[in-house]
């Protein structure tokens, strides 16, 4: 996890508190956090809408509180729009916390890279659906709100080439 900033006054209780645009104004950049690819249980991809599941490193405290997020995602020097969840995934029962991130227009083989990814914005707070068909049905309204916000936002590395307009 990149720490810039986090000593910040406020910035971690912004952080904990889900105020992802709070915690980036105070901090003068998007928070970001930098994972390696591993293997999940493929259900983001049954729902179609394959994830990237970060690993997260034994014992390093994840700091942002639990939800869906607009983000931005550095993949081979190219920026992807994108959302997140940060959570246990209640409607599976997840017993773990996961960093799930959906690339929007990506199709490739993630398994081993290493992803930075930037959050802008908490769509809402991680919640339990009745059933796999309601959360998808909330995943699309996600990916439609994390367009519409990710629309106001610069991307992370100006090195990168914004794929956001495909």
């Excluded at 406020?10 to 928070?31: Q, T, Y």
């Excluded at 809402?124 to 990710?150: C, G, N, P, W």
Aim: with cysteine; glycine share 10%.
């Amino acid at each position: 996890m990149m720490k810039q900033g986090l000593d910040t006054p406020g910035v971690l209780e912004a952080l904990s508190g889900g105020d992802i645009r709070k915690a980036n104004e105070l901090m003068g950049s998007a928070w970001c956090i930098r994972g390696l690819v591993v293997h999940g249980n493929h259900l983001g991809r049954t729902l179609g809408y394959p994830t990237a599941n970060l690993e997260l490193p034994d014992g390093s405290p994840f700091l942002l509180a639990n939800g869906v997020y607009a983000v931005k995602a550095i993949v081979n020097s190219l920026v992807y729009n994108g959302m997140a969840n940060a959570g246990f995934r209640p409607t599976i029962a997840g017993k773990t916390l996961t960093i799930e991130v959906n690339l929007f227009d990506f199709s490739g083989d993630l398994y081993g890279k290493t992803l930075v990814v930037s959050f802008y914005d908490r769509i809402r707070e991680e919640k339990k659906f009745e059933s796999l068909d309601h959360l998808v049905q909330q995943i699309h309204l996600d990916k439609t709100e994390a367009l519409r916000l990710l629309s106001q936002r610069h991307h992370p590395d100006p090195d990168a080439k914004n794929t956001s307009g495909r």
